[in-house]
């Protein structure tokens, strides 16, 4: 799997979110291939969803705009292998189990696969479902699943998203939606951090919600495999519709300061 090898051969991972159809339709390519040239390893792509219950008020936007663009999953697809065909990205969707379900989730992996996807990453899929019934889909199709711990997970649910995950451990930095911190972790943030390293888990773990500065990603690089980055960085394709190759780099470069 594509995310294993990403994973395994380089340090600091930065990886980046945005969603599928924003700021304009066509943007979904055009993004990952500037990201690819700026040296980004790994993206998390957005499926835009009605109902984005994880999310916070700038991604939930972004949704709203793409879905009213006119996204939906046989574009995404489409626009995805054209991803996976043009960069080297390892490629990962996020979204919610009922678009799997709306879809069949057997047939929603084929095109996982048949597009060049690497993993998913779907919040609100209960790991005992997808252990006693959709573990088997995942692995026919060689799809990985990330799941999410956040600093109340139980020590056992910790161990078990570590032995089902079969691309990362999601680290969530804390329990409120997406986007909504300050640009610094607390003390008790970092105790979190230091828990969860300290359990010796077999998984690659990123951490992500809130993260929108260097100093914050170089923690990531301390405590974990990296960091996902995905409100603050739609906030930076929000300024315009048009996508802005100099200006996505800019803001790369001021996290990885490279």
Known sequence: MKIKEVLLNNEGILNIFYTAGYPQLKSTVQIAQILDRAGIKMVEIGMPYSDPLADGETIQHSSERALNNGMNMDIMFTQVKEISATTDLAINLMGYFNQLLTVGVEQFLKSCKESGVSGLIIPDLPMEIYDQEYK???????????????????????????????????????????????????????????????????????????????????????????????????????????????????????????
């Open 136 to 258: 088997n889909l995942f692995e026919e199709n060689e799809i990985a699943i990330s799941f999410l711990i956040t600093p109340g997970t139980s020590l056992e649910r910790v161990k078990l998203a570590d032995q089902l995950s079969t691309g990362f451990l999601y680290l969530v930095a804390d329990n409120s939606i997406t986007g909504s911190a300050t640009g610094t972790f607390s003390d008790a943030q970092i105790a979190y951090f230091e828990r969860i390293r300290n359990c010796e888990l077999k998984s690659p773990a990123l951490i992500g919600f809130g993260i929108k500065t260097e100093n914050q990603y170089q923690l990531t690089r301390k405590y974990a495999n990296g960091a996902i980055i995905g409100s603050e960085f739609i906030r930076k394709l929000s300024a315009s519709d048009i996508v802005n190759e100099e200006n996505l780099k800019t803001f790369i470069k001021s996290i990885v300061n490279n």
